[in-house]
């Protein structure tokens, strides 16, 4: 085994560093049933830790999460916050898994979804039970206001659920409506009140001292809602029933500011602690708002840019307009809730190995990888794994089940697809039936196969994640977006302590001829890595012909 890497014992890690997010149902089964397991990520961290050559080398893992949970939401419904899943493996594995991960330089976060629980989580059990007891007000329940014409209880107000129908389910046991964001299955914890805060924040401290480095906070900012339940104005929305209404009362409330102070102060008790939030359904300023040091926030900007130099070029000017250079932001271009972005960037006609699809999947990578920001990378990017095609009459994913012209929504199993380790029945995932099919490609489009060529997307994703991790100014430098001279090319200048590097990338698929920004006085600009072949040490001239789909990245010597 490697020894521990310094990288990672940096106290500002989280925002030099790389975060790799694992769904764990669907990495490696180690048993056979078809669903990942802890037992199975271990069995990969060679594939991670940047310790030998073909390894990523990345500086923490996120687990998706892996709480008991019946699974009306895939993990995202809670049954007992300080438990594993028993399909995921125990205590004693996730403290294994922990200490395994800490020996490889390797941190691990949680996945905390504090904003809603499980149906089947005693406290709501307890909660629908009894008006009175002591859990009667861990959940927001409210009485109905009457009926309406047609007989049927009007719910306490207007909000909305993100999946689809009013944000409110009647509940017989206790003959009172209860909110909830997304599921009926989920409903909404009570963070007004103090007995739920305190569970919570201690299911924090738990966490922190059973090992945990850090946790992706689940739609963070929905914790707290109006105190008088008000129900949003409406508004004329384009974009579904649920863009119909100002969400301005069932999230961003001012009490939150608050809490997540409170909540940094539990993570800050030990060094080296962080947090991301997960913004949910908010602006790039209200992310901004939100980012404190050790405080992440994601923004998903890049997460719905067509494939355009000049959309990534307005994008990042925006975003950069909205943290400035004081505020950190992160990159994210594919997670467990959207479309793979090896799809969403595809050509027609291009999706096969080495294709032009391909080609754009390496140039996205080095976007997300020599951006300014804490990079996050969606397991099996970096082997372009693309989409699995499975109609909503077949989805696991509950709101695409219930999808409709009024309730848009996307199947997210598409995104959600086994990881391809080699080939064969199972692609090294399982020797049972996955859950969700593997790709159809898997059997030339895997890991095993990727390693073995060093042209592959994911010998590329390994050099980047290497220059990146050696080369200060593109992990923690400044960030200057410059005008090459072909609308084509993305081009911007990192800096910090004198030193620059300069990151060319060619979205067309033709050459491109541009302009190089000048070097400081007495420098020029040394390639340190392309996608195409360049002279070792090859440096730029004020004009350079990029490749197509060429991704060249440089510094000044
Ligand atoms: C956001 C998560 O990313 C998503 O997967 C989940 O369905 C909702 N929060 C509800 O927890």
């Not at 056979?32 to 080398?57: F, K, Y």
Request: with cysteine; proline share 8%; aromatic share 12%.
């Amino acid at each position: 085994m490697s020894p521990p890497d310094s990288r990672s014992s940096q106290p500002e890690w989280w925002r030099t560093g790389v975060v790799y997010q694992i769904y764990p149902r669907s990495f490696r089964d180690s048993t056979g049933d078809g669903l990942g397991d802890l037992a199975g990520i271990m069995e990969h961290l060679d594939h991670l830790d940047g310790a030998r050559p073909g390894s990523l080398g990345i500086d923490a893992i996120w687990l998706s999460p892996i709480y008991p949970s019946p699974d009306f939401d895939f993990g995202y419904d809670v049954a007992d916050y300080l438990e594993i899943d028993p399909r995921y493996g125990t205590l004693d594995d996730f403290q294994r898994f922990v200490e395994a991960c800490h020996g490889r330089g390797i941190k691990v976060l949680l996945d905390l979804v504090l904003n809603h629980s499980s149906h089947r989580h005693p406290w709501f059990q307890a909660s629908r039970s009894s008006r009175t007891g002591p859990y009667a007000d861990w959940y927001i329940w409210r009485d109905s206001p009457g009926r309406t014409l047609l007989g049927r209880r009007r719910p306490p107000n207007n909000w909305r659920s993100w999946f689809g129908g009013s944000a409110w389910a009647w509940d017989e046991a206790r003959g009172q409506f209860y909110m909830h964001t997304f599921l009926p299955e989920q409903p909404d914890l009570n963070w007004r009140n103090p007995d739920v805060r305190k569970a919570l924040l201690d299911v924090v401290r738990t966490w922190l001292e059973r090992g945990v480095d850090g946790f992706r906070l689940d739609v963070f900012n929905v914790f707290f809602k109006d105190a008088a339940l008000r129900s949003n104005p409406r508004q004329v929305g384009r974009r579904g029933v649920w863009s119909w209404q100002r969400h301005l009362h069932d999230r961003n409330q001012p009490e939150l500011n608050e809490l997540l102070a409170e909540l940094r102060g539990v993570v800050d008790e030990q060094p080296g602690r962080m947090t991301v939030g997960e913004l949910f359904d908010g602006s790039i300023a209200q992310a901004a708002s939100y980012f404190a040091p050790q405080h992440l926030v994601f923004d998903f900007l890049f997460i719905t840019v067509p494939w355009s130099a000049a959309a990534f070029r307005k994008a990042i000017a925006t975003r950069e307009a909205a943290f400035g250079p004081e505020r950190w932001p992160t990159n994210v271009l594919s997670n467990h809730d959207q479309p793979r972005h090896a799809s969403r960037f595809e050509v027609a006609g291009g999706s096969g190995v080495g294709g032009v699809g391909d080609a754009r999947a390496k140039v996205a990578a080095a976007v997300l990888l020599t951006l300014r920001g804490t990079a996050f990378l969606y397991y099996a990017e970096e082997i372009a794994q693309r989409n699995l095609v499975v109609p909503n009459s077949e989805a696991f994913d509950p709101p695409a089940r219930r999808a409709s012209l009024l309730f848009r929504w996307w199947n997210r199993d598409q995104a959600r697809g086994p990881m391809a380790w080699g080939g064969g029945p199972g692609g090294g995932f399982t020797t049972g039936k996955p859950w969700l099919p593997l790709p159809p490609d898997a059997d030339v489009r895997n890991v095993r196969a990727q390693a073995a060529d060093p042209e592959s997307v994911l010998a590329w994703y390994g050099r980047l994640l290497r220059l990146r991790r050696d080369t200060p100014v593109l992990h923690a430098g400044a960030q200057e977006l410059v005008e090459p001279g072909d609308r084509d090319v993305l081009a911007y200048i990192r800096r910090i302590d004198g030193a620059a590097g300069l990151v060319l990338l060619n979205f067309a698929s033709r050459p491109a001829i541009i302009r190089v920004p000048v070097p400081t006085t007495g420098r020029t600009w040394r390639i340190s890595l392309s996608t195409h072949p360049r002279g070792p040490d090859e440096t730029l001239a004020p004009s350079v012909t990029l490749a197509p789909l060429e991704a060249l990245i440089a510094t000044e010597s």
